[in-house]
Nanobody, 124 residues
Framework: QVQLAESGGGSVQAGGSLRLSCAVS????????MGWFRQAPGKERDGVAT????????YYAESVKGRFTISRDNAKNTLYLQMNSLKPEDTAMYYC?????????????????WGQGTQVTVSS
């Protein structure tokens, strides 16, 4: 069983930065492509960024390109999301997820394991 635990959320003013972490335990972490998703109140959960098993390939939603950076430390079994130049529209619950198969999955349905989420609130 794979378990994911996010941390690092909080409240920040527009233009600020936050770094989210996702600790992975259970089956071999290094086997999974990983991703970050977010869900704002009253909206569907959307993909933010994805990273391949080896960390060399990444995908970003258009809305976060140039501001967010996804990375992973396979030695520490940890996934990261560095968020800079935050905007009020980035306010959401952020989830990390792991996929059993695939190279660079981007759809919510591609992912099999999910964390409980960490709240990010950006004020104007």
């Amino acid at each position: 069983q794979v378990q994911l635990a996010e941390s690092g959320g909080g409240s920040v003013q527009a233009g600020g930065s936050l770094r989210l972490s996702c600790a992975v335990s259970g089956y071999t972490y290094i086997n999974y492509p990983m991703g970050w998703f977010r869900q704002a109140p009253g909206k569907e959960r959307d993909g933010v960024a994805t990273i391949s098993r080896d960390g060399y390939r990444t995908y970003y939603a258009e809305s976060v390109k140039g501001r967010f950076t996804i990375s992973r430390d396979n030695a520490k079994n940890t996934l990261y999301l560095q968020m800079n130049s935050l905007k009020p529209e980035d306010t959401a619950m952020y989830y990390c997820a792991a996929a059993r198969i695939g190279w660079l999955p981007t759809l919510e349905s591609d992912f099999n394991y999910w964390g409980q989420g960490t709240q990010v609130t950006v004020s104007s």
